[in-house]
């Protein structure tokens, strides 16, 4: 039998990476990392997910002022401006980062998991070469790869990015300065996050959009809801609208479209990820072809046409999410060594982190008018619960489907405070097959945000019998 020096190699250390990296060693198996950063956590950790989410938290808190529930008048304090909090922001996501990064290593370090540092890419199907920044190439093989490279936004060439005016996700969450206009390139998830969170950091927001809808596929209520509290920020909204060219004039940036020229003092371009292949030499692999939006194809376990090689995370497409590339990471590795945990098949919860938070699980409506399923629809708004009117929240919403013969739960959208968390009551009822009159019954703590799903519930229940 062949011998490799490791049973399990993993290329990336994002959450992909780890989570494959950490099943595997705790199935006893001889695994590591490569990792051509200086830092571990991808993505996720050192650009993306946390840093955004650590800024968001101060922008969230700003908003907050504007609230009328009880807490604008314990945090008002006028002294206290956009640049300062931005400042203090900053500083909070570095030190989140370092905790997270710190936690990972040793966590890594527990599980005996080598960390080897350097940008490898294919010798053969079994072997990869990796080649450290200042070190000397080394050869390592494996019995079985996983490929969590990830990816990085989208910047095409024509785009003059400079990090300073013309920014990407990944430079616009560096910036240490608050610019006071930015136009936002694209109205996917990551664009509407950023844009609502500097809207509430005092920057005026212009969003320009190619679609004639942003995130055309959540739930129509929810998207409305999210569009009245985007024009209470005074975000300008242009649909469908291409771009045409962006250029910089010393301090400020010119958008041309072909409908109008805007003038900004930023501007952010957030079209869509790129994901990271160039640098594994794939052709060293003659069964691995990108898909044509340059991904690698996977079937349902994860595995490319090479068997024994599997791709996980952003690499594999959509829906490029930390939580979903965690779960990949630890289904391929399951899969690989027949672990008993894997193939289950979940339910996937979907967060956007707007101000105000969006997350959903299961169908939509339209989803389900398509496949002529004949439904009901509850609602439970944050502003007739207690706890909504502390929180001053006059706008948040649950919206729950159920199918009307079964009475079973087919869907749950939410917009508002806690949306994110809220949404796992609905994921379990979803992954159990629950009825409205399990969601109904319960008994929830009070005064909470919560109680949203009760009164949903009965309105579905009272539809059901209709
Ligand atoms: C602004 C922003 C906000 C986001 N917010 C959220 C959110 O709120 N929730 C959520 O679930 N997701 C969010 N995401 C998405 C999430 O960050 C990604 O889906 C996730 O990081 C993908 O994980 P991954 O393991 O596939 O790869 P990544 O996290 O991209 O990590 C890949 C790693 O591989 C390394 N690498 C690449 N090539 C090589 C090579 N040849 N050799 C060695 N190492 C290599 C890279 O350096 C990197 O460290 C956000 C993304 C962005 C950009």
Same mark, same amino acid.
């Given at each position: ?80 401006? *956009? ?288 496949? *002529?399923? *004949? ?42 405070? *806690? ?48």
């Amino acid at each position: 039998m062949q011998k490799f020096d490791y049973d399990v190699l993993i290329i990336g250390s994002g959450p992909g990476g780890c989570e494959a990296a950490f099943t595997a060693a705790q199935a006893g198996k001889k695994t590591a990392i490569i990792e051509r950063k200086p830092h571990l956590g991808g993505v996720s950790l050192q650009t993306g997910t946390i840093p955004s989410k650590a800024l968001r938290e101060a922008a969230y808190l700003r908003s907050r002022f504007a609230a009328k529930g009880m807490r604008s008048a314990a945090f008002r304090d006028p002294s206290v401006n *956009n640049h300062v909090f931005l400042t203090e922001a900053i500083q909070t996501k570095n030190t989140i980062v370092e905790k997270q990064e710190s936690m990972l290593l040793s966590e890594l370090m527990k599980y005996g998991i080598s960390i080897i540092p350097g940008e490898a890419n294919f010798a053969d199907e079994h072997t990869v070469k990796v080649y450290p920044e200042n070190g000397k190439e080394t050869v390592i093989s494996a019995e079985y790869i996983i490929l969590a490279t990830g990816s990085r936004p989208r910047r095409p060439a024509e785009i003059p990015f400079d990090k300073e005016v013309i920014l990407d996700s990944t430079s616009l969450l560096k910036i240490q300065r608050l610019p006071e206009s930015m136009i936002v390139i694209g109205g996917g998830v990551i664009a509407c996050e950023l844009a609502t969170m500097f809207a509430m950091l005092g920057v005026k927001i212009r969003i320009i959009d190619s679609h004639s809808q942003l995130l055309a596929y959540l739930d129509e209520d929810i998207i409305r809801n999210l569009m009245n509290h985007m024009e209470d920020m005074d975000i300008k909204i242009h649909l469908s609208e291409n771009l045409i060219s962006v250029r910089r004039n010393g301090n400020t940036v010119t958008a041309v479209t072909d409908k109008e020229t805007y003038e900004s003092a930023a501007l952010l371009h957030a079209m869509g990820r790129q994901p990271n292949t160039e640098k594994l030499n794939l052709s060293a692999l003659k069964d691995i072809v990108l898909d044509n939006y340059g991904y690698i194809p996977v079937n349902e376990n994860f595995q490319t046409a090479v068997p024994h090689i599997y791709t996980v995370g952003d690499l594999a497409g959509k829906p490029s999410l930390a939580a979903t590339a965690m779960k990949q990471g630890r289904h391929a590795v399951s899969h690989a060594f027949q672990l008993s945990t894997a193939h289950q098949k979940i339910q996937v919860p979907m967060a956007i982190y707007t101000i105000p938070e969006l997350s959903y699980a299961g169908s939509t409506e339209k989803e389900l008018q398509d496949k *002529n399923i *004949n439904y009901v629809s509850g609602t439970g708004e944050y502003s007739r619960t207690a706890r909504g009117q502390i929180i001053g929240s006059n706008r948040g919403m649950l919206k729950m489907l159920a199918d009307k013969k079964s009475k079973k739960i087919l869907g749950i959208h939410i917009i508002g405070e *806690n949306a994110s968390e809220l949404i796992h009551t609905g994921l379990i009822a979803l992954h159990f097959e629950s009825t409205v009159q399990d969601l109904a019954g319960m008994i929830y703590n009070y005064p909470t945000l919560a109680e949203c799903y009760r009164t949903a519930a009965l309105e579905c229940m009272r539809k059901c019998e209709q």
